[in-house]
């Protein structure tokens, strides 16, 4: 089956500790993008990668990292340094590197800071 | 940059009445609007999108309908069943130059009664 996986599906953090979410594609999409999810605000972008070894920052990146070390991976960092981490994480790709073409998500990982 | 509004944010219909959820988008240059539908504790997934050049494209029971000139486009679900009931969100977003973004709106949470 091709589709994009994230783990953990849920995640609980001490304040002080960074967190590192996985995503992984399996559809050979050059695009891959990490959004934050929180109720009543919609879909934000906080990086994008158009090509490997090479990714952007978008609206929220501060207290975030990401790496694109090979095509099918994009995994996020939530440092320390994000001020309000709890909230629902999803990765997505596709395979246009434009923004005019469908977005396939993964199921999304819940991040909660204890 | 790009700004998109959604209304309205919450939207309770009977099982098979119609339901319509619009959306603005601020600008002139964007020509894809996607329409995303989410589940409980799920990725998003594109369910119909639509392009500038076109006024209205119609899937089954969904349908969009843009009007450019007024910056708006709209959802249309007809015969409505309950596995309709989930949050939809519009997008929006332009081609070329260096834009990689798709602008969300804030989300419907769609509700079909039984």
């Known amino acids: 089956d091709g589709g994009i996986t994230q783990s953990p599906k849920y995640l609980f953090r001490k304040e002080g500790q960074n967190v590192t979410l996985s995503c992984e594609q399996n559809?050979?999409?050059?695009?891959m993008y990490w959004y934050r999810q929180d109720p009543g605000q919609g879909l934000r972008l906080i990086y994008y990668s158009q090509i490997v070894n090479d990714f952007q920052k978008g609206d929220i990146a501060e207290g975030y990292s990401v790496s694109r070390e090979k095509k099918e991976s994009f995994p996020l960092t939530v440092t320390s340094a994000q001020k309000n981490p709890t909230a629902f994480y999803l990765c997505?790709?596709?395979?246009?590197?434009?923004?005019?073409?469908?977005?396939?998500f993964g199921e999304g990982s819940r991040l909660t800071v204890l | 940059g790009e700004n998109v509004e959604q209304h309205p944010s919450t939207l309770s219909v009977q099982e098979g009445d119609s339901a319509v959820i619009k959306c603005t988008y601020s600008?002139?240059?964007?020509?894809?609007f996607p329409w995303y539908k989410q589940e409980l504790g799920k990725g998003p997934q594109l369910i119909i999108d639509?392009?500038?050049?076109?006024g209205e494209k119609k899937d089954q029971r969904i349908a969009v309908t843009l009007n450019k000139t007024a910056k708006h486009f709209s959802l249309h679900i007809t015969e409505t069943q309950p596995e309709d009931s989930a949050v939809y969100f519009c997008a929006a977003s332009k081609s070329g130059g260096s834009n990689y973004k798709l602008t969300f709106g804030k989300g419907t949470l769609l509700t079909v009664n039984p």
């Open positions: 600008d002139s240059a964007s020509n894809y």
């Open positions: 639509i392009r500038s050049n076109v």
């Open positions: 559809l050979n999409h050059d695009a």
């Open positions: 997505a790709s596709s395979r246009d590197r434009g923004a005019t073409g469908e977005l396939f």
